[in-house]
């Protein structure tokens, strides 16, 4: 890097946020992220230091001598809403700092889809509006507003001294974007790092910032972060590596980041890499990955629910069943079978859907026996991540995958008793929210009852209250239910309301057809808890003797 590529001079807050017309953050930058613990952390060390030393920020120098910021705002944003709260709390003159003009110094409006200049503006004028409680800049600012209203006169007074005499270094590109989001990735490379795909994002954008496609790059990127969603950007960029470098060992975070970044090199590699993760396609590896994650294929309706033979709403029902059990680990193999960019691949998944169907029921009711015994699902962790490369590099058909992946799991080594008896011991008690056996029966009958509905609640027909009574937490007086309207009512009561619900809910339906009566109704449930684990086996065993070469 050239010595006339940039500069560097260190500032006073106060002189800093004088100088500064404007402060832009781009669209493609991460949102707000800071949690209380860090403004905490910000005040209370600014309080107790006078010259303390805030950090460095990035910036890129734009017309109209706009700081368009390329590392330091989660800093920057947090200085703007302290200096706001000291107006409103205490009273003190900071506006001057963080407006020009009479306009807010700060632009997000780029990094946040619906106006984020609202958002600030907003917490300026102290009239925050109810749909802006989302925004985590309004989060902090409560936060750090409630804090100042606890403090006495004279540490208001330090705390304001001691924020416009804080030192911050400013590292200012004199020729372009792309030197400083060079000196950002070698930054945080170095120790400890930001999340893996912030270094990813400006790595790329270091060779492809200056092209002609610069501003599309940008918006295809904001829009790949916001469709995957925050909770799994890293997950993502693991994937990522996983299909490209079509690795069969498992790659940590560190290994998936350092992968990567091996494969950027020029504009050409850039540009590649981030039409993989981020190319604005129906068939786009981001939208898949996001679907799956999210547990909504409906989503991937445009470009694999056409087919006559497919119905993709059927799959997402099971699909939901999977983020019910959280049997994340098969997610990869999941993104691998619905990834279907080529058209031969289409015609293999449109062949083979009844059989994918079969095979996911049947994963799911392998995963809710071994969680009925305690078995972890990390165990076949890398057996997916092995399976879901064979896929994507067509190492293998989908039938042949199916069938191999059955026998590496030894689903045939289940035995009926096995099965059976751990679902008979299940002991289903509700007064424990989060009793692991009570949602286990829950699965166990939808499965049986073909019954995939989300957010069902369990029912004790003879209710909780009779907890002597030693068919109360049998899987056989348990009920799936829409909504627990019958709670603790008595058996004849709760019959009839059962009928009212019967044409509804399948399960309400298959146990009043066993002709229940407030006679036999202790009898039939003591049937039904043998007969929802023999037929649990029997959809397992069939299923399984069809996908067993």
């Known amino acids: 890097m050239k010595v006339n590529d940039l500069s ?19 669209r493609y930058q991460r949102s707000y992220a800071w949690e209380k613990k860090n403004i905490v952390q910000l005040l209370e060390d600014v309080s107790k230091e006078e010259g303390y030393y805030i950090g460095n920020v990035i910036v890129n120098t734009s017309q109209n001598d706009e700081k368009e910021i ?19 709390v205490a009273g003190m003159n900071t506006l001057e700092y963080v407006l020009d003009n009479g306009n807010l110094k700060i632009n997000i409006e780029k990094r946040i889809e619906d106006s984020g200049v609202s958002v600030m503006s907003s917490i300026l004028d102290d009239n925050i509006a109810s749909t802006m409680k989302k925004y985590n800049e309004v989060a902090r600012y409560k936060d750090i507003a409630s804090i100042l209203k606890k403090y006495e006169e004279n540490q208001l007074e330090t705390l304001r001294k001691n924020l416009l005499k804080a030192k911050i270094v400013e590292i200012k590109f004199l020729n372009g974007e792309k030197r400083a989001h060079e000196m950002f990735v070698n930054l945080n490379t170095k120790g400890k790092p930001l999340e893996e795909i912030e270094i990813i994002k400006s790595h790329l954008f270091k060779y492809l910032i200056e092209g002609e496609n610069s501003d599309q790059y940008k918006e295809e990127w904001y829009e790949m972060l ?50 993989f993760m981020a190319g604005d396609e129906n068939a786009s590896l981001f939208r898949v990955y996001s679907a799956v994650k999210n547990h909504d294929l409906l989503r991937l309706k445009t470009y694999i629910g056409h087919e006559a033979e497919i119905s993709i709403d059927m799959l997402d029902q099971i699909w939901k069943m999977y983020g019910q059990v959280k049997f994340e680990q098969f997610d990869v193999v999941m993104v691998a079978l619905l990834y279907i960019p080529s058209k031969e691949k289409k015609n293999l998944f449109s062949k083979n859907y009844l059989d994918i169907i079969k095979f996911l029921k049947l994963v799911l009711l392998f995963q809710i026996h ?7 699902p990390s165990t076949y962790t890398n057996r997916f991540e092995t399976a879901a490369i064979e896929l994507y590099s067509n190492q293998k058909k989908i039938d042949a995958m199916i069938s191999d992946l059955v026998n590496d799991l030894k689903i045939n080594e289940v035995t009926k008793e096995h099965m059976i008896s751990g679902i008979k011991s299940l002991k289903c008690s509700g007064k424990n929210k989060n009793n692991r056996d009570l949602k286990i029966a829950k699965f166990i009958i939808q499965m049986v009852d073909g019954y995939y509905a989300v957010d069902l609640k369990a029912e004790h027909i003879i209710c909780e209250k009779n907890q002597d009574d030693e068919l109360v ?18 058996i004849d009561k709760k019959l009839q309301m059962y009928k009212e619900d019967a044409m509804v809910n399948v399960s309400i339906k298959k146990f009043l057809d066993q002709g229940v009566t407030e006679d036999n109704y202790r009898e039939i449930i ?9 037929e649990f086996w029997q959809l397992f065993e069939g299923l399984r003797n069809e996908k067993i070469r």
């Open 8 to 26: 560097a001079k260190d500032y006073s807050i106060e002189d800093y946020f004088a100088e500064s017309k404007t402060f832009l953050i781009p």
């Open 526 to 534: 003591k049937e039904r808890t043998n007969k929802i684990a023999e």
């Open 370 to 376: 071994n969680t009925v015994h305690r078995v972890s």
């Open 473 to 490: 937490y049998e899987i056989g007086n348990i009920l799936p239910v829409v909504k627990d309207r019958y709670k603790d009512k008595e």
């Open 226 to 275: 916001d469709d995957i969603g925050d909770k799994y950007h890293g997950k993502y960029l693991q994937n990522i590596s996983l299909f490209k470098s079509l690795t069969k060992k498992k790659q940590t975070a560190k290994e998936s980041l350092n992968y990567l970044l091996g494969e950027i090199s020029n504009e050409e590699t850039a540009s590649s890499v981030f039409g």
């Open 70 to 88: 390329i590392d330091g705002q989660q800093r920057i944003i947090s200085i703007f809403l302290i200096l706001i709260a000291l107006h409103h």
